[in-house]
């Protein structure tokens, strides 16, 4: 047992004494504003550049998140919350939008730092045995990409695609 794995069972707190409970309660406003939780939502494998607290992923805390599917129906909660943050939602095996994507186009606004985020979304999503929700969010991404309205430029775009279908073995 890891203090990752731990605090994703509601066992333990974030660097910043929070439960992952009341990240999930953050407000988009908080989501937005706050640069210190997407870390502890989604690790990696990579020290933070922005947070010098945030766990970092080991072996072990990968093969827990593959072995126990409570672990990964958290994580499943983290990545709903993100996509409802961003106006999206998985529905039927896929990304789609939600009811209030056209409202919260801010959050998509290319460049920004949620561009940061969705590589560490896809990622570690990827990563802890969630690799059907991180394609199906890159296939989302690339369906908007080649809509030609978002902006997402190809090195981004080259990014999150590395970011969701990387060999989980390789990374």
Known sequence: MSRLTDFYRGHALD??????????AYSDDELEGIHDFIQWMFPLKEPSRFNPHAPLLTAADIAEFRRDGRLRESLARSFDVFLAFLGLRFEGGQVVRGPDFDRKQDVWRFPNHNWLRITRVLTSTRLLGLEDRSRAFFAFLRDLKDSGRSGIDPRTFGYWDRAANM?????
């Not at 060999?167 to 990374?171: I, L, Y």
């Open 167 to 171: 060999d989980p073995g390789s990374s």
């Open 15 to 24: 660097s910043e004494g929070r439960t992952l409970a009341a990240l999930w």
